[in-house]
């Protein structure tokens, strides 16, 4: 496997949820992992990265970083139809 010396764009494409009522989540099992994994992770990995995202960049052809996130950001639903008896997102 060979390794680059410069990165031109990174994509963040992860997450995930608690799979249930927003009511029976467990904090540390629930919330923390879900914090973790959709914020700190995202943060983490595009500081590790930015050494090689700023690496021959210039003005005209900056490095760059996409978020990707679910429609579920946006829009707060009480109602999830993937999990039973609802769900929701709650912002």
Known sequence: MSKS???DILVNNSGLSWGSSM???????????VFA????????LTVALLPLLQ???TDQDPGRVI???????FF???YQPTVP???GTFS
């Open 76 to 78: 707060p639903s009480p």
């Open 55 to 57: 690496k021959n960049k």
């Open 23 to 33: 009511f029976d989540v467990n904090e540390q099992k629930g919330g923390d992992k």
């Open 37 to 44: 994994v959709n914020v700190k992770a995202l943060f983490y």
């Open 85 to 87: 008896n609802g769900g």
């Open 5 to 7: 010396d410069r990165l």
């Open 67 to 73: 978020n990707i996130s679910s429609i579920y950001s």
